[in-house]
């Protein structure tokens, strides 16, 4: 079953078209929407085992914008790294190099989701950087996942991969895709009240939640999401940055958020009351209006 998405009028305006472009081994599958003579690019990367689809409701609030949203090597329809692990490091190196390949001219604006925050982050911070005039880090992984404020849930799920490893290929494969464990997940991050709007964000856990290659892509990758954070590499960021964060995100506290703004050499923190680790489901256009305003150079 499909749950309509509650953008999918707005995005129909965005005219997505599909392409392939080979990078560090990887055939990437990567979206451009949006007017392709837009003087400003908005790079997007999305979170653990998400793909490109995770982030089009906030692409769909950015009409007259060029909008590129790449799905992250060994998910979605991106073909794993043939000869790398699926680190931080080698996350950040293939981001660097798709933006090098992709040759995008005018201002160029690059933006994290979650465990995709840790690799905009990785990346700008390595000493060749990346081409970006901004970043935007929403829902950043601001202090380690272990530290947060619902941490036991953060055990669980090391212990929930470390099992998926132990057991043989074929059993821990279908226990990743357990759909009544990506149900769990989905209920736990989601805060909104609305129940209609609880039914399309489970909806889209269900169809591309499991879009990974093969288990050992999504254990490299879960190992690398809760063994970095932001906070390693924010000092070392000389682009201009936006912290967009939620008031109820289980995984990084607002406290955290505000020691992360205080170690970029140049952040602005927005905090979005009443939402949790979802904010690119349960309130895109809150998302889309600060990263507007920031790069009007609006933000507060």
Not at 54 to 67: I, K, M, N, S
Not at 195 to 224: G, K, M
Request: aromatic content about 8%; charged content about 20%.
């Amino acid at each position: 079953m499909i749950v309509p998405s509650p953008y999918a009028d707005l995005l129909t305006l965005m005219d997505a078209r599909a392409h392939t472009l080979s990078v560090l081994g990887s055939d990437t599958r990567y979206w451009e929407y949006g007017d392709p003579e837009s003087p400003v690019t908005i790079v997007m990367v999305h979170g653990f085992r998400g793909d490109h689809h995770g982030l089009e409701a906030v692409v769909a609030q950015l009409h007259g914008l060029r909008v590129i949203s790449p799905d992250l090597p060994g998910f979605g329809e991106s073909a794993a790294f043939a000869t790398l692990p699926h680190t931080i490091e080698s996350y950040a190196a293939w981001l660097a190099e798709f933006l090098r390949l992709a040759a995008i001219p005018g201002r160029l604006v690059v933006l994290g989701h979650s465990f995709g925050s840790i690799i905009v982050s990785a990346a700008a911070a390595a000493p060749a950087g990346l081409p970006a005039h901004d970043l935007v880090l929403v829902n950043p992984i601001a202090a380690p996942a272990l530290s947060g404020p619902r941490g036991i849930l953060t055990r669980l799920a090391v212990f929930y991969y470390w099992l998926a490893a132990k057991l043989p290929e074929r059993a821990g494969f279908a226990l990743l895709r357990n759909r009544v464990i990506v149900r769990v997940m989905s209920i736990t991050m989601a805060k909104t009240p609305s129940p209609q709007r609880r039914r399309w964000i489970h909806n889209q856990h269900d169809r591309y939640f499991s879009a990974f290659a093969d288990r050992t892509v999504v254990l490299e990758a879960f190992t690398a999401s809760v063994s970095n954070d932001v906070s390693e590499y924010a000092a070392s960021i000389a682009s201009r940055t936006l912290l967009i964060a939620a008031e109820k995100d289980d995984i990084t506290p607002v406290a955290a958020q505000v020691r992360l703004r205080a170690s970029f050499p140049d952040a602005r923190l927005v905090v979005l009351p009443g939402v949790g680790h979802l904010i690119h489901y349960e309130v895109p256009e809150d998302a889309a209006r600060e990263l507007r305003a920031f790069l009007a150079g609006d933000a507060s």
